[in-house]
């Protein structure tokens, strides 16, 4: 079964980091990236502009609208996600505790729906 693991971290604690720290933070990610792809369970992996970059859209009575930046104000922002092909839950979960983001911010796990078609 696929499970998408989003990351959520606070972006304005992350853009405090020195640049020793985000280049150690990135060096844990691409490990990280390694250990899945070398298990077999990776499907795909992205990390996400900040959402200063981000453009929200709704439709209302037929009507189109679109605004800049996130849905909502939230302490923690998607930063980016594992889409993973685990066996069950139990697994999704332990390569969730393993991604770095786990430690200061939060993993959203969700399974696929998976649709016959």
């Not at 720290?21 to 899945?36: I, S």
């Amino acid at each position: 079964m696929q499970y998408l693991l989003m990351i959520y971290t606070n972006e304005q604690q992350d853009a405090q980091r020195t640049p020793e720290e985000q280049e150690a933070n990135m060096g844990e990610y691409f490990a990280f990236t390694n250990a899945v792809r070398e298990a077999g369970v990776m499907v795909a992996g992205e990390a996400l502009h900040p959402t200063t970059a981000a453009t929200t859209v709704r439709v209302r009575n037929n009507q189109i609208s679109s605004t800049d930046g996130p849905f909502a104000e939230t302490k923690e922002q998607l930063g980016g996600y594992y889409l993973l092909n685990c066996e069950n839950l139990d697994e999704a979960i332990k390569w969730a505790a393993k991604i770095p983001g786990a430690r200061d911010g939060s993993i959203e796990i969700r399974p696929i729906w998976e649709f016959e078609g």
